[in-house]
């Protein structure tokens, strides 16, 4: 609920900037950053992502997470075609009222219709102590889980692995909002219209990857980590190619291609779920959580630095750097694959502790009817 509210706040914000742009200082804009206060995406993925690894089996998770994606992708592309629409017909101030009423809708649906997927022991208001667990101590325990528990030999420096690269991912992501003033730069008359063309381009192809491409390698039982060399392989081909076209339709075919690297976020969080056990993912997730928020900043100043440094020799240097920061972290996964047997130990382990658990049950229950 919390980076909802977050949103809401951000929306808020909007309109209230516009309203008043002319009397304002610009800082003021400024005040939509408080959303960043509520946990903003890192906190909102953890929530979606462990939600939906709860309420799936481990045969299942990877296409189910690939799915909550498409859904995203599918409603940003909805967005995109609306939001023009929308500016002509009720102006900003419609634009930013009607996307304050979505999250409205949104923060109602999750109160309202979305059940715990896990019992809760008690309903009641968590203490101040609580809350300092959840927010310093769980995510130092699922430090301790990463860096310090003995495991199955072998597993952890796998584990710590898939976090690295993890951040890696995030950092890529920045070289994205680049992409608009590569185009201005290189494409003559390239503006706002022509960008939301491109952004629908990107995203109807993301949209195929997730619910077309990433079912298929589930169903040909592709083991995680290969799936994720696939889409990282491709991505930073995508991205190396970008980075020299030439031509608009040279840069589409080759963004197209790097499309697919947003499936490698619910693919990452599928295969860590199977490298851990049940009770330690709110902990690891809550490291993941954090490398999303930081990870970003040192991503942004990365890209912007390189961009600024070489936009008068090759404007496309950005894309390179992202290209192989990819094709690094396919190599990454492809030594995971390699040792795809030590990763599912701890799947087997859980599996085993589970159907004991199962067979202790139909035990009692068996007690219970003799009695």
Request: net charge neutral; hydrophobic share 50%; glycine share 8%.
């Given at each position: 609920?919390?980076?909802?509210?977050?949103?809401?706040?951000?929306?808020?914000?909007?309109?209230?900037?516009?309203?008043?742009i002319?009397?304002?200082?610009?800082?003021?804009?400024?005040?939509?950053?408080?959303?960043?206060?509520?946990?903003?995406?890192?906190?909102?993925?953890?929530?979606?992502y462990?939600?939906?690894?709860?309420?799936?089996t481990?045969?299942e998770?990877?296409?189910?997470?690939?799915?909550?994606?498409?859904?995203e992708?599918l409603?940003n592309?909805?967005?995109?075609?609306?939001?023009?629409?929308l500016?002509?017909?009720?102006?900003?101030?419609?634009?930013?009222?009607f996307?304050?009423?979505?999250v409205?809708?949104?923060?109602l649906?999750?109160?309202?219709?979305?059940?715990?997927?896990?019992?809760?022991?008690?309903?009641?208001?968590?203490s101040?102590?609580?809350?300092?667990?959840?927010?310093?101590?769980i995510?130092?325990?699922?430090?301790?889980?990463?860096?310090?528990?003995?495991?199955?030999?072998?597993?952890?420096?796998?584990i710590l692995?898939?976090?690295?690269?993890?951040?890696?991912?995030?950092?890529m992501?920045?070289?994205?909002?680049?992409?608009?003033?590569?185009?201005?730069l290189?494409?003559?008359?390239f503006?706002?219209?022509?960008?939301?063309?491109?952004?629908?381009?990107?995203?109807?192809a993301?949209?195929?990857?997730?619910?077309?491409?990433?079912?298929?390698?589930?169903?040909?039982?592709?083991?995680?980590?290969?799936?994720?060399?696939?889409?990282?392989?491709?991505?930073?081909?995508?991205?190396v190619?970008?980075?020299?076209?030439?031509?608009l339709w040279q840069?589409?075919?080759a963004?197209?291609?790097?499309?697919?690297?947003l499936?490698k976020y619910?693919?990452?969080?599928?295969l860590?779920?199977?490298?851990?056990?049940m009770?330690?993912?709110?902990?690891?997730?809550?490291?993941?959580a954090?490398?999303?928020?930081?990870?970003?900043?040192?991503?942004?100043?990365?890209f912007?630095?390189?961009?600024?440094?070489?936009?008068?020799v090759?404007?496309?240097?950005?894309y390179?750097?992202?290209?192989?920061?990819?094709?690094l972290a396919?190599?990454?996964?492809?030594?995971?694959?390699?040792?795809?047997?030590?990763?599912a130990?701890q799947?087997k382990?859980?599996?085993?502790?589970?159907?004991s658990f199962?067979?202790?049950?139909?035990?009692?229950n068996?007690?219970r009817?003799?009695?």
């Amino acid at each position: 609920m919390f980076p909802i509210i977050g949103t809401l706040i951000a929306h808020i914000m909007a309109v209230i900037n516009y309203s008043f742009i002319d009397e304002l200082p610009l800082e003021f804009f400024y005040m939509e950053i408080l959303s960043g206060v509520f946990g903003g995406y890192a906190v909102y993925y953890m929530g979606v992502y462990s939600f939906g690894t709860n309420v799936t089996t481990s045969e299942e998770r990877a296409r189910r997470l690939a799915r909550l994606d498409g859904v995203e992708v599918l409603s940003n592309m909805i967005g995109t075609l609306l939001s023009p629409i929308l500016k002509d017909k009720v102006g900003f101030l419609g634009t930013y009222g009607f996307g304050s009423l979505s999250v409205v809708f949104a923060l109602l649906y999750l109160v309202f219709m979305v059940k715990e997927p896990m019992s809760l022991e008690k309903e009641s208001r968590p203490s101040f102590s609580e809350l300092l667990k959840v927010s310093i101590v769980i995510p130092v325990q699922g430090l301790k889980s990463i860096f310090v528990k003995k495991r199955i030999p072998g597993l952890r420096p796998l584990i710590l692995l898939q976090v690295i690269l993890f951040t890696m991912y995030w950092m890529m992501a920045e070289a994205g909002p680049l992409g608009y003033n590569f185009l201005r730069l290189v494409f003559d008359g390239f503006c706002g219209e022509d960008y939301a063309i491109y952004m629908l381009i990107y995203q109807v192809a993301s949209t195929f990857y997730l619910f077309i491409v990433i079912p298929i390698f589930v169903n040909f039982k592709l083991h995680d980590s290969m799936i994720l060399f696939i889409i990282l392989l491709v991505e930073g081909i995508g991205n190396v190619f970008a980075g020299f076209s030439f031509t608009l339709w040279q840069f589409y075919v080759a963004q197209c291609f790097g499309a697919i690297g947003l499936c490698k976020y619910s693919m990452v969080r599928s295969l860590l779920s199977k490298c851990i056990a049940m009770d330690e993912l709110g902990k690891v997730f809550s490291v993941l959580a954090i490398t999303a928020a930081f990870a970003p900043a040192a991503g942004s100043t990365m890209f912007r630095s390189l961009f600024n440094s070489t936009n008068e020799v090759f404007v496309g240097a950005f894309y390179l750097l992202s290209g192989l920061l990819g094709l690094l972290a396919a190599l990454g996964n492809l030594f995971l694959f390699y040792n795809k047997n030590v990763l599912a130990n701890q799947e087997k382990e859980d599996l085993a502790s589970k159907q004991s658990f199962n067979d202790d049950l139909v035990n009692q229950n068996s007690i219970r009817s003799h009695l």
